[in-house]
């Protein structure tokens, strides 16, 4: 099990709730932060070459905020300032990309981990499936 020492894209805000995760019970398993799914050659534009087309794909390519894999599950998690309905979009497009390209058997969790919470909104997505953490 290995915590990750570097959170690539967080703000400040986004790696303590993390970090407070981590230190309160967070999945004990394999983590890698700022996950990138692939994009497929067939999703970039043709007319894009060189400079350009890096700069298309680094713009567009989805990013999990931290992907937590264990031998039983497979966690994505996403970092919210505050429990917001936008996560699940994110969090659906991750689990779905990522069943896709890795072919993964194990269950996935989707956790969408947040600093401040929106009761309303928090209710709304645990009924979807999704485990709402506010540390």
């Known amino acids: 099990?290995?915590?990750?020492?570097?959170?690539?894209?967080?703000?400040?805000?986004?790696?303590?709730?993390?970090?407070?995760?981590?230190?309160?019970?967070?999945?004990?398993?394999?983590?890698?932060?700022?996950?990138?799914?692939?994009?497929?050659?067939?999703?970039?534009?043709?007319?894009?070459?060189?400079?350009?087309?890096?700069?298309?794909?680094?713009?567009?390519?989805?990013?999990?905020?931290?992907?937590?894999?264990t031998p039983g599950t497979v966690f994505i998690i996403e970092v919210k300032e505050r429990v917001t309905s936008t996560a699940v979009g994110q969090l659906l497009v991750y689990k779905h990309l990522y069943q896709q390209q890795t072919r993964d058997a194990r269950p996935i969790e989707l956790v969408l981990l947040a600093g401040e919470d929106d009761p309303i909104a928090h209710a709304a997505i645990e009924a979807q499936g999704i485990t709402v953490i506010v540390v």
Do not use: T
């Not at 043709?46 to 087309?53: E, F, K, V």
């Open 1 to 69: 099990m290995a915590f990750p020492e570097r959170y690539p894209h967080f703000q400040p805000l986004e790696e303590a709730i993390l970090k407070r995760y981590i230190a309160n019970g967070a999945p004990q398993g394999d983590w890698v932060c700022d996950y990138r799914l692939a994009i497929l050659e067939k999703d970039v534009p043709a007319a894009l070459q060189g400079s350009d087309r890096d700069m298309w794909i680094a713009l567009h390519q989805k990013r999990i905020d931290a992907l937590v894999q």
